[in-house]
C-alpha cells in the first residue's frame, strides 16, 4: 500500500468508497464525481502507478480486470445498450490518480470523440 494513495486508503478501508464489488486481487467502487449514471473505478489492490508500469509478468491480472469490467457491466444491467472502458495513463492522458485504474462507464448515450 502507498500511503498517500486515495485508492490505496479505499482498499484499506481508511477512506471511504462506495463499494460495489471485491475480490482479493480486485477492488470497484463508484467514482466520487461520475460522468453518467454508471461510473465505476475497477482498481487492482495492488498499488500500481499506471498503466505504464504494468509488467508483462501482470498479463493475466491485465485480463482479468478487463474480464471483471465486463462482468460488472453486466451486473450495473447496461451491457445492452453499451458502455465505455476507458483507462487514462500520464499527465497527457489525463491520469489524475496514480494509481491503475478502468473506468466503466455507461447509463447514457456517450459522445464520440474520445479526447
Ligand atoms: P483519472 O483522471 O485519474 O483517470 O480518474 C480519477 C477518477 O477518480 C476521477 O474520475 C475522480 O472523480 C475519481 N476520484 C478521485 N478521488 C476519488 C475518491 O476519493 N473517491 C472516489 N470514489 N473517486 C475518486
Ligand atoms: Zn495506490
Redesign the pocket.
Known amino acids: ?2 500511503e498517500q ?5 479505499i ?1 484499506a478501508g481508511e477512506a471511504p468508497g462506495d463499494i460495489v464489488y471485491q475480490d482479493k486481487d480486485f477492488l470497484a467502487f463508484r467514482d466520487i464525481s461520475p460522468q453518467a449514471p454508471i461510473h465505476l473505478l475497477i ?1 487492482p489492490k ?4 499506471s498503466l505504464a508500469q504494468l509488467a508483462d509478468e501482470q498479463q493475466e491480472l491485465a485480463g482479468r480486470l478487463v474480464i471483471l469490467a465486463k462482468k460488472l457491466a453486466e451486473k450495473e444491467g447496461i451491457t445492452e445498450r453499451g458502455y465505455r472502458l476507458v483507462i487514462n495513463c500520464g499527465s497527457e492522458g489525463g491520469q489524475l ?3 491503475l485504474h478502468l473506468h466503466l462507464i455507461g447509463g447514457r448515450k456517450l459522445g464520440d470523440r474520445l479526447g
Open positions: 500500500m502507498a494513495c486515495i485508492f490505496c486508503r482498499v482498481i495492488a498499488h500500481i502507478t490518480v496514480p494509481h
